[in-house]
């Protein structure tokens, strides 16, 4: 059992939290046992080292039994030691050190169906915005997110808790330019959607049929003039209330349903 708070390993794990290490090592820290299950079912390769303390050991044998079956390596340690691991203030005794191992943006499209759909972020800073905006994309059964250089890093802590373990469920890229982005969608035929409110088009007017892309702005901002120019429609969710504005997330979601019901009544 790791015991000590200060050993070099638990600084490593924590030095996770920062983009920089990330990015150099390619791994990142999932928290939580939503978070550590789905990654120990769904991508169990992309696993390094499973972290838990006795308590959630005995409260979440599946986890444990399922990671040591397929032979990753789980190491009991304390909950302080934990503590010194996580970002998060109440990790519940479970934590897994795993590789980023996201598809590229060629590959990612070569795999879509007909009807794809995509979800574009392409200057989303928020963590908590950016997970909850995975986690709806992967509820709605959307087939591909892209998320641009401009956007916040997905493996950062608070956005890999944000996802509740969606981020193992569906392709998400990342770390594309918005240019690139839009050009590679077009050239494969999917259709631009911005999502805006300036858009004249309501979102129960819109046409959702075939391969579509939602394309998501800035959460204080929206879109960046440029981009909602070069998206074949700007669209608009419809607020009867008196509400100012929806959270992007909010809108994401109820954008990517409305998608997914005309996908269902088509099929």
């Given amino acids: 059992m790791l015991t000590n708070p200060r050993a070099d390993r638990v600084k490593s794990v924590r030095a996770l939290s920062r983009r920089s290490v990330r990015s150099r090592t390619g791994e990142f820290l999932a928290e939580g046992p939503q978070a550590v299950r789905e990654a120990v079912r ?24 399922a990671a040591r079956a397929r ?82 890093d997905v493996r950062s ?21 918005i240019p690139t982005i839009l050009e590679a969608l077009r050239a494969r035929g999917i259709r631009l959607l911005a999502a805006d409110g300036s858009g004249q088009t309501l979102l129960p007017d819109a046409d959702l049929q075939g391969a579509h892309a939602w394309v998501m702005g800035n959460e204080a901002w929206g879109l960046a003039p440029e981009v909602r120019e070069a998206c074949d429609e700007v669209i608009r969710v419809p607020i009867h ?17 409305a998608s997914a019901e005309a996908r269902h009544r088509q099929r």
């Avoid at 808790?161 to 890229?173: A, E, I």
């Fill in 42 to 65: 769904f991508a169990p390769d992309d696993v390094r080292d499973v972290y838990v303390t006795p308590e959630a050991a005995e409260r979440h044998t599946d986890i444990v039994d």
């Fill in 241 to 257: 209330g008196h509400a100012e504005s929806l959270n992007l997330a909010m809108a994401a979601t109820l954008c990517l349903y």
């Fill in 71 to 152: 032979r990753l390596w789980v190491h009991e340690v304390t909950p302080e030691v934990l503590a010194a691991m996580c970002d998060a203030d109440h990790p519940q005794g479970l934590a897994a050190v795993c590789r980023w191992a996201g598809p590229d943006l060629d590959a990612a499209l070569a795999a879509l169906p007909p009807d794809a759909i995509v979800c574009v972020l392409t200057n989303v800073r928020d963590p908590g915005n950016a997970g909850t905006v995975i986690r709806g994309a992967d509820a709605a059964g959307a087939d591909l997110v892209v998320v641009s250089d401009a956007s916040v």
């Fill in 157 to 177: 802590p608070k956005v890999v808790r944000s996802t509740v373990g969606s981020l193992w469920h569906l392709p998400v890229v990342t770390d594309v330019p």
